[in-house]
């Protein structure tokens, strides 16, 4: 797969972070406070394909394991992998998002659809969140084949 394809695939599910904006399946957990707010602005920045607002929601030591290409801090994702991801596509959408709560951490799980120049491909992705100084911030971003 070229890097391009696996770039648009990555965005998409980056996404990481965010999918689903709307309301929550009855099955859902009890969401912290601010938690949905922080996910839902992840979310518009990765649909609309905006890596500068994007790069606001990683932590500092955060990890991208994009099908096994790990990039390590928000630096290198920031540099790396936000603009090889997002500048290939043309669009990203998202399934609803699942949601477990472990202690002060919260993981999405979620299915994207990244449309690039090949067509659109499915993929699906998990985001570890906690609350990092006050604000919740993405640790662990973990893209999967779909």
Known sequence: MRR????????????????????QAQSQPKLPQGFMAAQGALSAA?????????SSW???????????EIFTGKRMIVEN???ATLGG????RF????????????TESTQHFAENEEGTQAGNHRVVW????GQWRV???????G
């Open 4 to 23: 391009g394809s696996r770039a648009v695939m990555a965005l998409t599910a980056a996404l990481l972070a965010g999918a689903s904006t709307g309301a």
């Open 46 to 54: 990765f649909q609309s394909l905006n890596a500068t607002a994007a």
């Open 58 to 68: 990683f932590a500092d030591s955060a990890i991208v394991d994009f099908q096994g």
């Open 81 to 83: 992998w936000l603009p």
């Open 89 to 92: 596509l043309h669009s990203l």
């Open 95 to 106: 399934a609803e998002s699942t949601y477990t709560v472990n202690g002060e951490e919260v």
């Open 130 to 133: 906690r609350k990092v100084g």
């Open 139 to 145: 640790l662990r971003l973990d893209v999967l084949p």
